[in-house]
């Protein structure tokens, strides 16, 4: 093998290593159905894309209008991810649905952490169909010590 080619392999090595370095993976969620919520398209620190193909389980009437509650459930997922620590909740949010989904739309969300604050993570989220923008929201999120139906939320005494 030549000097050069030896080269070109350890520098392949060396790529190969840093993406497997800056691979994220899903630590939140990991049961959720993602037919119901959306299919992770892309996954950074603090940024995911999400895209959600309608389906006539999520048809409200006969004209074909996707319940809005499937792409706040979408949003919320992707939310979720933004932040990806496994105890991550919801606690509040302040959402529009700026434009109505239809029966096979695809709808691409894009979520990401704009602020952080100890336990706390502020998301932004987007979602479009095409170049459509169909709803915007801000996600509050708290990372939890432990899972949220594990926490002793009320004292015994107060029982």
Not at 43 to 53: A, N, P, Q
Not at 114 to 139: M, P, T, Y
């Amino acid at each position: 093998m030549s000097e050069e080619e030896n080269s070109d392999e350890e520098l392949e090595l060396d790529d190969y290593r840093k993406e497997e370095e800056n691979k994220v993976y899903i630590k939140t969620h990991e049961r959720i159905n993602q037919e119901l919520n959306g299919e992770v398209i892309k996954m950074e620190v603090g940024y995911v894309e999400v895209r959600l193909v309608t389906t006539s389980e999520m048809v409200a009437d006969d004209i074909g209008l996707i319940h809005g509650g499937f792409i706040f459930s979408s949003a919320d997922y992707a939310a979720m991810l933004a932040v990806n620590e496994r105890n991550v909740v919801l606690v509040g949010s302040d959402c529009q649905f700026l434009s109505p989904v239809k029966f096979h739309d695809e709808v691409n969300i894009i979520a990401k952490v704009r602020h952080k604050e100890g336990r706390k993570r502020n998301v932004h989220v987007e979602a479009f169909v095409l170049d459509i923008k169909v709803f915007e929201g801000e996600f509050k999120t708290v990372i939890t010590e432990k899972h949220i139906l594990k926490l002793h939320l009320l004292d015994e005494e107060d029982e």
